[in-house]
């Protein structure tokens, strides 16, 4: 009897601590972010990393200058703008649903990350690839202006 109370007490406490999460997340994911391409290199998987390896030095500046710098914007009203370094923007609306972010571009493609840990200070999520294509960088790990 005494350990049917204690998983019960120990589900009432995990099911709050989901609904804070929750909450709290998407408090958290309003403002500006910074891609940090250091930390998203250093945590690439493994097959990401050595296909990275093997690239030629100028591809691997072509893909730095089209990461470093970037910023994504969750605006209060649902708003999204990931900003790029070379000044072009992709906007859009997003809904957080527990752990996973949708966004919807103007263009009308879907995409979604999902947040693997979030801080006031910092976020990494996983993008879903789109299509054949693998992505470059598996986790975005990103900085709160």
Known sequence: ????????????VFSFSETALAQTTQEQLIGTWTFDYEAS??????????YYESLDTSRK?????????RTITFSVDGGYILS???GSELTGVWVLTGQEITVTFSSGLTKV???????????TITP???????LTFTQWH???N
């Open 1 to 12: 009897m005494r350990s049917s109370y204690i998983i019960g007490l120990l589900l009432l």
């Open 41 to 50: 290199v250093l945590k690439m998987n493994e097959d990401a990393k050595t």
């Open 61 to 69: 500046a072509r893909i730095e200058n089209n990461y470093r710098g």
């Open 84 to 86: 790029k370094p070379n």
């Open 113 to 123: 990350l999902e947040i693997e840990s979030i801080s006031a200070t910092s976020i």
């Open 128 to 134: 879903e690839a789109i299509g054949s294509g693998n």
């Open 142 to 144: 990103l900085t709160k």
